[in-house]
């Protein structure tokens, strides 16, 4: 006998630390989460506030959260050290840093329009079906190394980009009443032009003819 019998119907104990499993590019996909996170809430605070420098502090994290990204897949591919928990982690931190953080972003600079809405809420759906799709045809698109060699539709850290015209336009003072473009009355509800750049970024995430080459 090795030790006392388990009791019928018992799973099996399983001695597993999470903290314990994470490597060492895992706290920097954390890292671009928590960044991510951080702009969210930064962007509530603007809105119950009014402080630019708050909105400006939203706005910055998001490259920092570029950065920990950058740096997690490299550093992964420097000790040889990935995992299934470490991909499905960094998708969802990339969904917080580059999905939903943008679009609350986009809302605090004055996308509040019913079309503006219906047009971050796809973006952010955008962003989750394309990480979806990554996640589920790595494996196809592998070549006989194992590595993805390039990604169908724009990578969802292509968001920071709406990030940086959002920031020039803060810096020029035209958020909220003061959008570029005005808005228009278009059925029941209205509709900022600016917002179009976040449905062009989700129809181009989740398009399948365009390919570009993974590092």
């Known amino acids: 006998m090795t030790g006392q019998p388990e009791r019928a119907g018992a799973a099996p104990a399983r001695h597993f630390s999470l903290l314990?499993?994470?490597?060492?590019?895992?706290?920097?996909t954390l890292a671009n989460g928590f960044c991510g996170?951080?702009?969210?809430?930064?962007?509530?605070?603007?809105?119950?506030?009014?402080?630019t420098k708050v909105l400006g502090l939203a706005?910055?994290?998001?490259?920092a959260a570029l950065l920990f990204d950058v740096l997690d897949g490299r550093i992964a591919r420097w000790r040889q050290r990935a995992s299934a928990m470490g991909r499905e982690?960094?998708?969802?931190?990339?969904v917080i840093s580059f999905g939903v953080a943008p679009a609350a972003i986009g809302y605090a600079c004055g996308l509040q329009g019913g079309w503006d809405i219906a047009i971050l809420l796809a973006f952010v759906a955008c962003g989750l079906?394309?990480?979806?799709?990554?996640?589920?045809?790595?494996e196809e698109l592998s070549a006989a190394t194992g590595k993805v060699t390039y990604f169908e539709g724009t990578p969802i850290p292509t968001s920071t980009l709406l990030v940086g015209i959002?920031?020039?336009?803060?810096?020029?003072?035209?958020?909220?009443?003061?959008?570029w473009f005005g808005s228009l009355r278009l059925g029941p509800w209205q509709l900022h032009p600016l917002a179009l750049m976040f449905a062009l970024s989700g129809?181009?995430?989740v398009s399948r003819t365009i390919r570009i080459p993974k590092p």
């Open 129 to 138: 079906s394309r990480l979806a799709r990554y996640n589920v045809s790595a």
């Open 20 to 28: 314990r499993g994470f490597h060492l590019a895992d706290w920097f």
């Open 59 to 63: 706005m910055a994290l998001l490259p």
């Open 166 to 179: 959002l920031a020039i336009a803060l810096w020029q003072g035209a958020i909220g009443e003061a959008l």
């Open 89 to 94: 982690l960094d998708s969802l931190a990339d």
């Open 37 to 51: 996170m951080a702009a969210v809430l930064a962007a509530m605070e603007f809105l119950q506030s009014g402080s």
């Open 203 to 205: 129809a181009l995430m």
